[in-house]
T-cell receptor
Framework: SQQGEEDPQALSIQEGENATMNCSYK?????LQWYRQNSGRGLVHLIL?????REKHSGRLRVTLDTSKKSSSLLITASRAADTASYFC???????????FGKGTTLSVSS | ETGVTQSPTHLIKTRGQQVTLRCSSQ?????VSWYQQALGQGPQFIFQ???????GRGNFPPRFSGLQFPNYSSELNVNALELDDSALYLC???????????FGPGTRLTVL
């Protein structure tokens, strides 16, 4: 089944630095989404990139998608302590019903 | 924050008991999905409801069941609780046919 796998599992940076996390998936996709989760609470939708897009921006977030490599990256620029969270990429199953998540990247931003 | 609400926030049950978790959709959404998230893992899809019927199911046993009501709110029922059912249960609402699901804050279930 389709599955996103994030890399690295954990990332620690200082405030003001950039954070990059990567996601790989196995099969063809219509889109890929990134979500954030703060300390065991609900997931917040960050950005969706479609298979015909290569790059997308939203505020301090930049997402790239390389369908030939079946990979995506999420860049957070000028990180803040409030960005401390777990980040998940998600793809849809073939029926377009379920979101399939990886294990996530845990980002820690220290001030 | 999304407009999706879940109750209760926390719940403690013992093995063998039954539990019901509740979810209210964001206004304008007609589809509800449920996910189970074990500690340190990503969410796993349990099932989705649309028009009060199950619209897709993940790899979960029949003791996981659900309902959707005419106002699009939903319940997740788990019978014969097992220790491994301890997890964060997330509800997500969406408009049928669209790509993005909006998650509630979750219910933390502990089975002793």
């Amino acid at each position: 089944s389709q599955q996103g796998e994030e890399d690295p599992q954990a990332l620690s940076i200082q405030e003001g630095e950039n954070a990059t996390m990567n996601c790989s998936y196995k099969t063809s996709i219509n889109n890929l989404q990134w979500y954030r989760q703060n300390s065991g609470r609900g997931l917040v939708h960050l950005i969706l990139i479609r298979s015909n897009e290569r790059e997308k921006h939203s505020g301090r977030l930049r997402v790239t998608l390389d369908t030939s490599k079946k990979s995506s990256s999420l860049l957070i620029t000028a990180s803040r302590a409030a960005d401390t969270a777990s980040y998940f990429c998600a793809t849809e199953d073939q029926a377009g019903t379920a979101l399939i998540f990886g294990k996530g990247t845990t980002l820690s931003v220290s001030s | 924050e999304t407009g999706v609400t879940q109750s209760p926030t926390h719940l403690i049950k013992t093995r063998g008991q039954q539990v019901t978790l509740r979810c209210s959709s964001q206004s304008g959404h007609n589809t509800v999905s449920w996910y189970q998230q074990a500690l340190g893992q990503g969410p796993q899809f349990i099932f989705q409801y649309y028009r009060e019927e199950e619209n897709g199911r993940g790899n979960f046993p029949p003791r996981f069941s659900g309902l959707q009501f005419p106002n699009y709110s939903s319940e997740l029922n788990v019978n014969a609780l097992e220790l491994d059912d301890s997890a964060l249960y997330l509800c997500a609402s969406s408009l049928y046919g669209t790509d993005t699901q909006y998650f509630g804050p979750g219910t933390r279930l502990t089975v002793l």
